[in-house]
């Protein structure tokens, strides 16, 4: 089955930087693009980033745009996101998404399987 | 401010219908680009729950029903149950936001 098992979380300064992992299994995971999707306390969730299958497009949402960084190791099977010049609005739990479901013989891209999360808090 | 406009909350007693709406505009549902539902139960992840605006995964029940029409879609869910209480997100995207998912805020529903 599907596993997105996300790592890296901590406490921060604001300012400074921190780099997610995620580490996927149960399918194929250089056939899929993959997103980041984060949730701050008691909010909803905020797209964060999108990086194709193979690396090559990557997509930020405009509150990130500039300081993350979305990467993808398919030899590893394992997903990045590289946060640099945190603020304090970056505290929230990030999510690692897969991307692309099929079903019947027709496939949607949206986001299918989520990993549980890791807490980013950005504090002084 | 989302792009995708839900209701704070809603509520209901077992056994009832209730729905949830997701407003949008041109550049996004009405634009034709499909809608689709996740429940997050309090401390867990997402569950994609409706996807291509009215179409269910295998394992989600046949309470679950969604629609789409115009600029808004809507999530409706009929003989409430107690697990039901959750929060409900509504998904798209927008043409204006190269590349990009947008949701909506989410809404609280709360068994009475």
């Known amino acids: 089955q599907v596993q997105l098992v996300e790592s890296g979380g901590g406490v921060v300064q604001p300012g400074g930087s921190l780099r997610l992992s995620c580490a996927a299994s149960?399918?194929?995971?250089?056939?899929?693009?993959m997103h980041w999707v984060r949730q701050a306390p008691g909010k909803g969730l905020e797209w964060v980033t999108f990086?194709?299958?193979?690396?090559?497009?990557?997509y930020y949402a405009d509150s990130v745009q500039g300081r993350f960084i979305i990467a993808r190791d398919n030899s590893k099977n394992t997903l990045y996101l590289q946060m640099n010049s945190l603020r304090l609005e970056d505290t929230a739990v990030y999510y690692c998404?897969?991307?692309?479901?099929?079903?019947?013989?027709?496939?949607?891209?949206?986001?299918?399987?989520w990993g549980q999360g890791t807490l980013v808090t950005v504090s002084s | 401010q989302s792009l995708l406009t839900q209701p704070p909350a809603v509520s209901g007693a077992p056994g009832q219908r209730v729905t949830i709406s997701c407003t949008g505009s041109?550049?996004?549902?009405?634009?034709?680009?499909?809608v689709h539902w996740y429940q997050q139960v309090p401390g867990a992840a997402p569950k994609l729950l409706i996807f291509a605006n009215s179409n269910r995964p295998s394992g989600v029940p046949d309470r679950f029903s969604g629609s789409k029409s115009g600029t808004s879609a809507s999530l409706a869910i009929t003989g409430l149950q107690a697990e039901d209480e959750a929060d409900y997100y509504c998904q798209s995207y927008d043409s204006s936001l190269s590349g990009s998912r947008v949701f909506g805020g989410g809404t609280k529903l709360t068994v009475l």
């Open positions: 990086i194709r299958s193979d690396g090559n497009s990557k």
């Open positions: 149960g399918f194929t995971f250089s056939a899929y693009g």
């Open positions: 998404a897969k991307d692309l479901f099929c079903s019947g013989g027709t496939c949607y891209r949206l986001i299918d399987y």
């Open positions: 041109s550049s996004n549902i009405g634009a034709g680009f499909d």
